[in-house]
């Protein structure tokens, strides 16, 4: 449901863009509603502006692929978030963070956001009307504090836009038009529900507006309401590995074990391994029907077997599989001509989102408590090995780890624009001041606080016939005695309450930003107008990041991190120029050329400019013909440079594993792994201590570190586009637009994940990634760094291809046949300067999909007060890791592009229905019933996601899990 670029036959200027809105209205849900009639109409600007150019004029067609989306399109989808609207287009792909991220400890989680062309939502920009969103410490716009109820319609421009935006407009530009002219009140509620009963959706809102002849005011509130969906709610998500694998993916289990706390050599106490290591027996204490005897008593446990689910639990039980929300939205526009040729206006929002998800209980042992440990007592009396520190495990199910993040966002603008007259040319002009604020607030319940634990697991005495702790300060401090080992039900409140440990994290992003633009005629060729476009820009952005002091000095089992304080103050300057060279000739019936450049200084690595270059040509009316080179960069965020260090457990496969690693098939790496020093027979384990029993891998049973870099500088692209845009006068209603485009990357900002580090290191042959781990004398991987650099470089590439057909009208009403399509011919990865690149086309990576076509096809139909609309939205199939060269591998003999490792697993394609009916009631209301997938698809599984370390089951986070079924209702006043 999307609106080509703007191109139509020969009109008058003045109605071209008028022209794409009114048929956006026609196409895509419905007639246009009367409101724009209002007296605001006439405060509204006579000339127009595209998203990609400062140019103001009414003959100015776009040489770059702009797309819209208007207010009843963004409706017909049945979606209360801009981020899940703008995620169904073709070209926009899975970004950093999903709803999906059960494990992420990150501030930026529970939101919403945007990217485009597969290259994520830091190289996304997100305006809205024209000016810059408010955005995360990590550089992320989160699209859901700005409610749907506002946005009069969605322009995406997929091409590069540094020239005239600056930093990040690498991928694309996402601008949402917000509503500047309403008259009268409109109410409109929406509720949905998924199949299985959860993930309701409840959503309203209210708009009032009022108008005079100088003077325009709306105000706006929305409420929205999502709720979470469960792991366990559904058989495809309820295994850590799906549905073929019910018994994979278990983790350490809730009830107590103990680790063989005697001597080296001592007999019965363990064993000397193949490479003359001592491995010590590791046991678990009995537990029929899920009750537990004398914890303290040896006799009472069996061997423990990692690779058995007896001992172990399904984390998925507990686990949130995509995050529910809540957002309150408080909004308000006005304008106010003080003359005829000049206006003020302002706009403020403010919004509030809540997000919760959930994750399985910590999995609690003696490695947990840092550098110091974590062991039961010799002298406790729960032990049993008394006498010694006995080492032990279990995961605290009693507890699920809860995280709550509050995000609360402030934007402000207010600013002046007019006209004025230069000879015989009127000029445009406008000044605009912006502030936007987010505060970011993260609570984690769940952890352990490793002192008081210590101290509850520390020496006993006994008074009053009970165990208590031995030491009376601790006592009196509120120190109960832990018996660990008892399982689930075995731990008393009063424990709990002494060794459980929240953490709160705060986040505050704040940008300063001033603007002023110009534009107007020049002088007059013989081809038309030749007209200009300039401004400045002066933005502040800076921000902090303080974690929990507890967990920030590893106090706590909660994932340690430093705090962050920094910004950088940015100085810019642009010039865009547009020259009509020929006009009303044969073969050129319009021939003209853009230009523009833009300069950049930030205070925190210099400056540079930036340059695009573009044309547009039409042979013949029917036919546009346009092409850009453009030149961008993407500015470290914040976070980029400044940073701490934070800790984060990683799910990989170690190529050196010797089962399912690519040493398994690779004599090259075989060796490469042993001249590091890893043993012939290593195999990788989970943190249950059972080997890896796939090629999805498993989780690090130890956290690694990422952190920040500031001597970061900026990447560099060029964009490269060429399209046409056919309108044929002998078939009315119909366009039919192509685009080319590539995008080249270059100094590519990136924490290299664990897995591409150990690749790159070993199947790669980079030496350069090498050095960023350390490995134990068993071989296991005792650290691992994933700090910032500029590494490499990132190359995509592709077609789009829209059909955009009215029908001649009929007795039986106007039908509409949408086509967009995305082909995806190139996405390439080189990890450093001069190593092969990674052609990954085609694959699941991680957690985007690089299909080679998405598309979405619709059509509509409306007659009289009557409308409905059904779109099919098409993901081509996949190629994914195997499960095992034996088992789910239907390429065995293909090499895997992202790990190296020899067997690939073709996975098909999917395609979603979905179905709206409306209609108008003669009230002056309006009805909307509808179901999205309404055939119930499932898409396929891929464990190349399950491996990325998300949390959550091997599902992509791009596919529908279930039909959801919504209806609302909209009341006008």
Not at 275 to 291: C, E, F, L, M
Not at 770 to 796: K, M, P, Q, V, Y
Not at 897 to 911: E, N
Request: aromatic share 10%; glycine share 12%; charged share 20%.
């Amino acid at each position: 449901m999307y609106v080509s670029s703007r191109h139509e036959r020969h009109l008058g200027g003045g109605r071209r863009s008028a022209l794409v809105l009114a048929l956006a209205a026609c196409l895509l849900g419905g007639p246009a509603k009367a409101q724009d009639e209002s007296p605001a109409a006439m405060l509204a600007p006579v000339n127009v502006t595209v998203t990609g150019s400062r140019i103001r004029g009414i003959d100015v067609e776009t040489a770059q692929p702009v797309f819209a989306m208007n207010r009843e399109a963004i409706k017909a989808t049945g979606l209360t978030d801009l981020g899940d609207i703008i995620a169904r287009m073709p070209s926009a792909s899975t970004p950093e963070i999903t709803p999906q991220d059960s494990l992420s400890s990150s501030n930026d989680a529970g939101g919403r956001y945007a990217s485009l062309r597969n290259l994520g939502a830091v190289r996304t920009l997100v305006l809205v009307n024209g000016r810059r969103w408010t955005s995360s410490l990590g550089g992320l716009t989160d699209l859901s504090t700005i409610p749907v109820s506002i946005v009069e319609r969605i322009e995406v421009l997929k091409d590069g836009a540094s020239s005239i935006y600056g930093s990040d407009a690498i991928g694309g530009v996402v601008n949402i038009i917000t509503t500047d002219r309403f008259e009268g009140a409109s109410a409109d509620v929406l509720y949905g529900v998924n199949g299985k009963g959860d993930g309701t959706r409840k959503n309203g809102n209210f708009t009032w507006g009022k108008s005079t002849e100088r003077a325009s005011i709306i105000l706006g509130a929305t409420y929205e309401y999502a709720d979470e969906l469960r792991d366990d709610k559904r058989s495809l998500t309820r295994y850590a590995d799906g549905p073929r694998h019910p018994d994979s993916g278990f983790g350490m289990g809730p009830y107590g074990g103990v680790v063989d706390p005697r001597a080296p050599g001592t007999p019965g106490a363990g064993a000397y391994g193949a490479n003359g290591t001592w491995v010590p027996n590791r046991y678990v204490v009995d537990h029929p029907g899920g009750a537990v005897g004398d914890t303290a008593d040896i006799a009472n446990y069996h061997p423990y077997d990692a690779n058995s689910n007896a001992d172990k639990y399904s984390t998925a039980r507990d686990t949130t599989f995509r995050a529910g929300s809540k957002l309150r939205n408080l909004f308000g526009t006005g304008r106010y001509n003080l003359t005829d040729d000049i206006a003020l206006r302002g706009m403020a929002s403010y919004g509030v989102r809540d997000s919760q998800w959930r994750a399985a209980g910590y999995p609690l042992q003696s490695g947990s408590g840092r550098i110091d440990g974590l062991f039961i007592d010799p002298d406790n009396a729960y032990n049993p090995f008394p006498g010694y520190q006995t080492p032990f495990f279990r995961r605290l199910t009693e507890v699920p780890r809860i995280t709550w993040a509050k995000n609360k966002t402030l934007h402000a603008d207010v600013g002046a624009e007019g006209t004025f007259q230069w000879g015989e040319r009127t000029w445009a002009w406008d000044a605009t001041y912006a502030y936007s604020e987010t505060r970011a607030s993260l609570t984690t319940g769940g952890n352990i606080d490793l002192a008081n634990a210590r101290k509850a697991l520390g020496p006993t005495t006994t008074i009053d016939g009970q165990a208590a702790c031995a030491d009376a300060a601790d006592r009196a401090a509120g120190c109960v005695p832990w018996n660990i080992l008892a399982g689930p039900g075995g731990t008393p409140d009063s424990v709990w309450r002494y060794v459980s440990a929240t953490g709160n994290a705060r986040q505050v992003t704040r940008t300063n930003d001033f603007i002023a633009n110009l534009t107007g005629g020049v002088a007059d060729l013989p081809a038309g107008t030749l007209r200009l476009a300039g401004g400045v820009e002066h933005r502040q952005e800076n921000g902090r990041y303080d974690p929990d002091a507890a967990a920030s000095e590893g106090l706590t089992t909660q994932l340690a991190s430093d705090p962050t304080h920094g910004g950088y103050i940015v100085n810019e300057a642009y010039l865009e120029l547009d020259a009509p060279l020929l006009s009303d000739l044969p073969l050129a019936r319009e021939l003209a050329v853009n230009a523009s450049s833009r300069y950049s200084h930030y205070s925190a690595f210099g400056g540079g400019t930036r340059n695009k270059y573009s044309f547009r040509w039409k042979p013949f009316d029917d036919l546009l013909l346009r092409g850009t080179y453009a030149e961008g960069f993407r500015a470290p965020t914040v976070a980029d440079l400044y940073a701490g260090s934070a800790e984060s457990f990683e799910s990989f496969l170690d190529p050196c594993d010797s089962a399912f690693g690519a040493a398994a098939g690779d004599a090259g790496v075989r060796g490469r792994c042993a001249a590091a020093g890893v043993p012939a027979n290593y195999r990788q384990i989970d943190p249950s201590g059972a080997a890896v029993n796939s090629s999805t891998g498993g989780q690090n049973p130890v956290a690694f570190r990422t952190g920040a870099n500031p001597s970061l500088k900026p990447e560099s692209s060029i964009t490269r586009t060429a399209g046409l845009v056919y309108s044929p006068g002998y078939l009315d209603g119909l366009d039919l637009t192509l685009d080319y485009y590539k995008v080249d990357i270059r100094d590519v900002i990136t924490p290299i994940l664990a897995g591409d580090i150990l690749n790159f290191c070993y199947v790669r042959n980079d030496p350069t990634y090498c050095g960023r781990f350390t490995r134990a004398a068993d071989g296991h991987i005792t650290a691992l760094d994933e700090s910032l650099a500029n590494l490499g470089s990132l190359r995509t590439e592709g077609y789009d291809l829209g059909l955009h057909y009215r029908l001649p009208s009929t007795r039986y009403g106007e039908f509409t046949l949408l086509s967009d399509s995305s082909y995806l011919q190139d996405f390439s990865q080189a990890s450093s300067a001069g190593a092969t690149p990674r052609q990954l086309a085609g694959y699941m990576n991680n957690l985007q999909g690089l299909y080679r076509v998405r598309s979405n096809l619709s059509l509509d139909w409306n007659w009289k007060r009557f409308g409905a609309t059904w779109t099919v939205r098409y993901f081509s199939g996949l190629k994914d890791a195997c499960w095992s060269v034996t088992e789910e591998c239907n390429r065995p003999d293909e090499t895997d592009a992202l790990t190296g490792a020899s067997g690939v697993s073709r996975k098909g394609s999917v395609a979603f229905h979905d179905m709206q009916l409306r209609w108008q009631a003669p009230w002056n209301g309006g009805f909307r019933v509808g179901v999205n997938n309404i055939f119930g698809r499932k898409g396929p599984l891929y464990y190349a996601a399950s491996s990325a370390g998300q949390g959550s089951a091997p599902y992509n986070p791009a596919f529908d899990i279930d039909r959801y079924f919504y209806v609302g209702y909209q009341q006008k006043f």
